[in-house]
Structure formats: structure tokens, C-alpha cells
């Protein structure tokens, strides 16, 4: 059965920081010496959560409260240095729908190369192929290089791909939503299908309406601190109402 179980997550790096010198007495502008002093940053501190099958679980805070980070350690893309998490299923993560893709690749070996790393076999990489091609509507373009595609056409097989290999664990960046008005309407289907297709589900967006929607659990983060957890009802009108009081 899948399941994500984060303990005490924690993650500390450290940054250069540039500072001028004592620059007393002569001309800052020229030949002042630069120094660079290092200066650690807790981007998470003690993540604690537990998801079992069927879980849905939003990831809520204002920009820098660590949503993101914490999409990357559990991806696997970033390692915790402190605490530790346990996965047990298959891990897609969405970040960016364009990530790996090869611009001097046609968008069939883009598609074969996702798939092979997939670790999916002949037949299961022919179905994708097939559904990405049906879907995003390219025709001929399938069999030229990226670099030739229209930045729609581009999205188009970019969002295809990624919603084409089924997931147990999804890691989900924001609600992806591309294309013109026609086309942002099959979209809008096929995610929804592709999320109800995942045992798990982790959802960092900005949009409550789409959180409150898909989500029965939430995880409020600050400053790479949980400030609430629990349900998705109440965790978002004790953030809303808290971010109301501030305007």
C-alpha cells in the first residue's frame, strides 16, 4: 500500500553573501574590497506528516514558506539533513511539465526518452505514445525537432507527457493549466483524471478554490515551519482568515 511518512524533516544549506570591506577613507567606487560571509538558511525545520492510500494533501503558505523544498526533498531532489522520510510507491513529481525535455529531439524520442526513464516496457511506451500524440494535436510536428514547435505546441506535448504515466505518489508545483480556451478545457479534464488516478496526492498551489476542491487534508507552512495541520476545511480558514487580518 502506498504511503509517505515524513519525520522531523528538516533542511539547512548556507549561501555566500557578499559585503563590502572597511572602506574608510578612500573611494567606495573604486577598489573597494568585496568580501563573501557565509550565512546558513533553515529552509524546513521538523516537517512531520502521515499519508496512506486515498490521501490528499495541500501544501498552503505565502512564497518562501517552503512548499516547494519540501516537494523536492520528498521527490528525491534535494536530500534532508536532518530527519528522514519513508516512500513506499511509485514517485511522479510535476514541477515544471518541461523539465528534460531535448529541444534537438523530435517529440516522438522525447516521448521515448521520458518513458524508458519511466522504466516502462515496448507496450506500455507505445500506449503513451499513442495517447500523447491523440492528445496534443500535433500531427506531423510529432516527427520534428522541439526546437521547431511553437511555444503552444511545445505546452501541448509537454502537458501531454507528463500526464500520460500514471503515478501512485503525485507530487503536483501548482495546477497545471495551458493553451488557448479550447485547449484548456481538455486539459482541465485530463488532470482531473490524472490526479484521481494517484493513490497519493500532494498539491502545492496558490489557489484555494483548486486546494479546497481537490484536497481533504492540508499542511500550512512559514518560514519552513508547520503552523497547522489537519483538515483541509480547517487548516484553510485558519490561514485565510489570518492573511485577511494582515491586509
Known amino acids: ?14 549561501v555566500l553573501e557578499t559585503c563590502a570591506a572597511n572602506t574608510e577613507g578612500r573611494d567606495t567606487k ?19 506528516f ?11 503558505g505565502r512564497n518562501g514558506g517552503g512548499k516547494s523544498t519540501l516537494l523536492k ?12 522520510c519513508e516512500i513506499d510507491g511509485k514517485v511522479s ?21 521520458r518513458c524508458m526513464m519511466g522504466g516502462l516496457n515496448k507496450s506500455q511506451t507505445q500506449d503513451v505514445i499513442e495517447s500523447v500524440i491523440e492528445f496534443a494535436e500535433l500531427g506531423s510536428y510529432i516527427n520534428l525537432p522541439l526546437r521547431f514547435y511553437s511555444s503552444g505546441m511545445a505546452m501541448r506535448l509537454n502537458f ?12 503536483l508545483d501548482e495546477w497545471i493549466g495551458t493553451g488557448d ?33 481537490t484536497c481533504d487534508l492540508a499542511l500550512w507552512l512559514e518560514q519552513g515551519e508547520v503552523k497547522a495541520y489537519g483538515s483541509m476545511e480547517e487548516v484553510a480558514d485558519t490561514y485565510t482568515a489570518v492573511m485577511m487580518s494582515k491586509k
Open 1 to 14: 500500500m502506498a504511503h509517505v511518512i515524513a519525520n522531523d524533516l528538516s533542511l539547512h544549506y548556507q
Open 30 to 48: 573604486v577598489g573597494a574590497k568585496i568580501n563573501f560571509e557565509k550565512r546558513s538558511i533553515e529552509a524546513l525545520k521538523n516537517i512531520s
Open 50 to 60: 502521515e499519508l496512506h492510500e486515498g490521501a490528499r494533501l495541500a501544501l498552503i
Open 73 to 84: 526533498v520528498l521527490s528525491g531532489i534535494l536530500e534532508p539533513t536532518g530527519g528522514h
Open 93 to 113: 513529481a510535476i514541477f515544471n511539465a518541461g523539465l528534460g525535455m531535448r529541444n534537438d529531439s523530435t517529440g516522438l524520442k522525447n516521448i521515448q526518452i
Open 160 to 171: 501531454a507527457l507528463s500526464t500520460a504515466i500514471p503515478a501512485q505518489i503525485l507530487l
Open 181 to 213: 480556451v479550447a485547449f484548456r478545457e481538455k486539459v482541465a479534464t485530463r488532470m482531473t483524471s490524472y490526479v484521481n488516478q494517484s493513490n497519493i496526492l500532494i498539491l502545492a498551489s496558490h489557489s484555494m478554490d483548486i486546494l479546497r476542491k
